[in-house]
């Protein structure tokens, strides 16, 4: 598991974040693309 997956997974669950600050979160290398697939249940 990435450093920040925990945390993005969080965010997301609780509704802090949407699909796409989560997509960002790849971007930065926050977290994987297959950890995005985790997190949203959509492909990235």
């Known amino acids: 598991m990435s ?3 925990k945390k ?3 965010y997301y669950d609780s509704g802090l974040w949407n699909i796409a600050r989560v997509r960002n979160a ?3 290398g926050w977290i994987t693309a297959e950890e ?3 997190i949203t249940n959509e492909t990235y």
Request: proline share 0%; glycine share 8%.
């Open 26 to 28: 790849v971007v930065k």
């Open 36 to 38: 995005f697939t985790l």
């Open 8 to 10: 993005v997974k969080g």
């Open 3 to 5: 450093k920040h997956f």
